[in-house]
């Protein structure tokens, strides 16, 4: 059975950004900004459980990892328009790791805060990395590459953005390389497949949506407790 997010959760979660957000500069803000978090067996401990944190490309793959992992852990998602370096971002992520035990925490973030340079960026990493070592201290983290990003009028070619993606990439690859973290390159697993994206060249069809989570679950269970894979 699923379970959304309680009204109490959403209290507390309300309570940590009105929180964090005194404390800090206003952030760089989208004209939409949204955060979604679904937490499948909330009341139940018999499973390991995962954390997917993400964007919407996270958000697109989720079902098909939620799926193939049926039976072998409970999946969780953070998804949300939300910079990595805007404070509400931590105060959220916060609330979850302090509210569940995660077994398992697959990161794929860096599609949003355009706004920011990639010195900001590289910047809102490491915090990010600190609070999960220092609230999911036992989890295994993987880190995903940033998928790329097409034209949204010739998919066979890469948007003017794309660039910032493979330096983002870039700079997450040194960050995690420091710090012992497995990178799941799903940059490289979409590059050369148009037929994977939608239209608007951001997202993906059903097939690269498929592809990715197929790939994510994959990554995930070979980090899973034993007891949980047999």
Request: aromatic share 10%.
């Given at each position: 059975?699923?379970?959304?997010?309680?009204?109490?959760?959403?209290?507390?979660?309300?309570?940590?950004?009105?929180?964090?957000?005194?404390?800090?500069?206003?952030?760089?803000?989208?004209?939409?900004?949204?955060?979604?978090?679904?937490?499948?067996?909330?009341?139940?401990?018999?499973?390991?459980?995962?954390?997917?944190?993400?964007?919407?490309?996270?958000?697109?793959?989720?079902?098909?990892?939620?799926?193939?992992?049926?039976g072998?852990?409970?999946?969780?998602?953070?998804?949300?328009?939300?910079?990595?370096?805007?404070?509400?971002?931590?105060?959220?992520?916060?609330?979850?790791?302090?509210?569940?035990?995660?077994?398992?925490?697959?990161?794929?973030n860096?599609?949003?805060?355009?706004?920011?340079?990639?010195?900001?960026?590289?910047?809102?990493?490491?915090?990010?990395?600190?609070?999960?070592?220092?609230?999911?201290?036992?989890?295994?983290?993987?880190?995903?590459?940033?998928?790329?990003?097409?034209?949204a009028?010739?998919?066979?070619?890469?948007?003017?953005?794309?660039?910032?993606?493979?330096?983002?990439?870039?700079?997450?690859?040194?960050?995690?390389?420091?710090?012992?973290?497995?990178?799941?390159?799903?940059?490289?697993?979409?590059?050369?497949?148009?037929?994977?994206?939608?239209?608007?060249?951001?997202?993906?069809?059903?097939?690269?949506?498929?592809?990715?989570?197929?790939?994510?679950?994959?990554?995930?269970?070979?980090?899973?407790?034993?007891?949980?894979?047999?």
């Amino acid at each position: 059975m699923r379970y959304s997010i309680s009204l109490g959760f959403i209290a507390f979660m309300s309570a940590a950004l009105a929180s964090s957000a005194a404390a800090q500069d206003t952030p760089h803000l989208e004209r939409i900004e949204w955060t979604d978090v679904w937490v499948t067996g909330a009341d139940q401990d018999d499973l390991p459980r995962v954390l997917l944190v993400g964007d919407s490309i996270v958000r697109g793959y989720y079902d098909v990892v939620d799926k193939a992992l049926e039976g072998k852990a409970h999946c969780a998602r953070y998804t949300t328009s939300l910079f990595m370096g805007n404070p509400d971002f931590l105060a959220e992520l916060r609330v979850l790791l302090q509210r569940y035990r995660f077994d398992v925490i697959h990161f794929n973030n860096g599609l949003h805060g355009w706004a920011y340079s990639e010195e900001e960026y590289a910047a809102s990493i490491s915090p990010v990395l600190d609070c999960i070592a220092e609230y999911a201290k036992d989890a295994k983290f993987v880190w995903a590459a940033t998928t790329p990003v097409r034209n949204a009028s010739d998919l066979a070619i890469f948007d003017e953005k794309n660039p910032r993606v493979i330096e983002r990439n870039r700079i997450a690859a040194e960050v995690t390389k420091t710090r012992g973290i497995p990178v799941n390159d799903l940059y490289a697993l979409v590059e050369s497949h148009t037929e994977y994206f939608s239209k608007d060249g951001v997202h993906f069809s059903e097939q690269g949506r498929t592809v990715l989570g197929e790939q994510v679950a994959k990554t995930i269970a070979g980090l899973l407790p034993e007891s949980s894979t047999q």
